[in-house]
């Protein structure tokens, strides 16, 4: 079965720090992998995708993720995090014979001005 | 319409009631998701329907819930005899065949309490 583990409930980082947050899944075969954020009182919005080739791939908001086989990773990244992207952050995981997502429990980012 | 809609927003219910929960998709999509969010639970997967295909239940946690899709369009998804621990974010969501796997575009969701 599907799962996602976000080991970090929470993080905090100063305004122009970088930002890595991680994510491992389990899945028998190459997944779909997602990030979604969730800023406050809004929907969750999509940030960025992994279906095959590049293991990096950049989303939208400076974001990108690293897809990693042998670690059964997907761990988002930025370089100089803004105070605007203080939000929830979900890791995602999809089967490619279905549109459903199982996601991870997510990770709440504070951003310190 | 421009986005997934939810109604009501706010739901306040006493245990033992039954609530109806409403999700209009974004037009045109053929897929639809509901999914429970809970503090510390992340977002929990409900049922999904795709087209004209037999949706999949896996998710609903108890007899208590079903969900229904007419026309392919809107959604309800039902709550029999709430229990307090119902109590919780639920969360609509659709995509379609232009939007790609995955891309799921949500609603703002509707706070179901249960006292």
């Known amino acids: 079965a599907q799962s996602v583990t976000q080991p970090d409930i929470h993080i905090t980082v100063s305004e122009g720090a970088s930002l890595e947050l991680r994510c491992n899944y389990s899945y028998g075969a190459t997944p779909y992998l997602f990030w979604y954020v969730q800023s406050p009182g809004q929907g969750l919005q999509l940030l960025l995708k992994?279906?095959?080739?590049?293991?990096l791939v950049q989303g939208i908001k400076g974001f990108e993720a690293e897809f990693k086989r042998s670690q059964s990773s997907f761990n988002l990244r930025k370089p100089s995090v803004h105070w605007s992207d203080a939000a929830e952050y979900f890791c995602?995981?999809?089967?490619?014979?279905?549109?459903?997502?199982?996601f991870g429990t997510g990770t709440r980012l504070q951003v310190f001005p | 319409g421009a986005g997934v809609s939810q109604s009501p927003s706010n739901k306040v219910t006493e245990k033992g009631k039954d609530v109806e929960l409403r999700c209009d998709p974004i037009s045109g999509h053929t897929a639809l998701y509901w999914y429970r969010q809970s503090l510390g639970q992340g977002l929990e997967f409900l049922i999904y329907?795709?087209?004209?295909?037999?949706?999949?239940k896996s998710g609903l946690p108890s007899d208590r819930f079903s969900a229904e899709r007419t026309g392919g369009s809107v959604s309800t998804l039902t709550i029999q005899r709430t229990q307090q621990e119902d109590s919780a974010v639920y969360l609509c969501?659709?995509?379609?065949?232009?939007?790609?796997?995955?891309?799921?575009?949500f609603g703002s969701g509707t706070q179901l309490s249960v006292l």
């Open positions: 995602a995981v999809g089967a490619r014979n279905t549109d459903k997502l199982i």
């Open positions: 992994y279906f095959s080739g590049d293991t």
């Open positions: 969501a659709s995509s379609g065949v232009v939007s790609g796997p995955g891309e799921l575009f």
């Open positions: 329907f795709q087209g004209n295909s037999a949706p999949d």
